[in-house]
């Protein structure tokens, strides 16, 4: 099963930027579901952005315009993209894959938006 790596978590000020990166054990094929997730202690985990498996993304509503998926031509690191962050955005953030019978998550990144 596939392993995963986040990295790039740490405190910026409100307003700042920052690139979360998951690094995957092995290459995560396009029809994987691949995506971002994040939970702080005042509210549920909740999808952040994802790959779908039909190759579309989805942005939650509080990150649209803000926040980026990417993912490397190699198909093994996934990134998040986070710029204007809100103090609302500090939470953990984890990466999730689904394929074929299995879900994989990693454990997590910090990130503190904070003045």
């Known amino acids: 099963q596939v392993q995963l790596v986040e990295s790039g978590g740490g405190l910026v000020q409100p307003g700042g930027s920052l690139r979360l990166s998951c690094a995957a054990s092995e290459s995560i094929p396009r029809f994987y579901t691949a995506g971002w997730y994040r939970q702080s202690p005042e509210k549920e985990r909740e999808l952040v952005a994802e790959f779908t498996s039909s190759r579309t993304t989805n942005y939650a509503d509080s990150v649209k315009g803000r926040f980026t998926i990417s993912r490397d031509a190699g198909k093994s690191t996934l990134y998040l993209r986070m710029t204007n962050l809100e103090p609302e955005d500090t939470a953990v953030y984890s990466c999730?894959?689904?394929?074929?019978?299995?879900?994989?998550w990693g454990r997590g990144t910090q990130v503190t938006v904070s003045s």
């Open positions: 999730r894959v689904e394929g074929p019978g299995f879900v994989a």
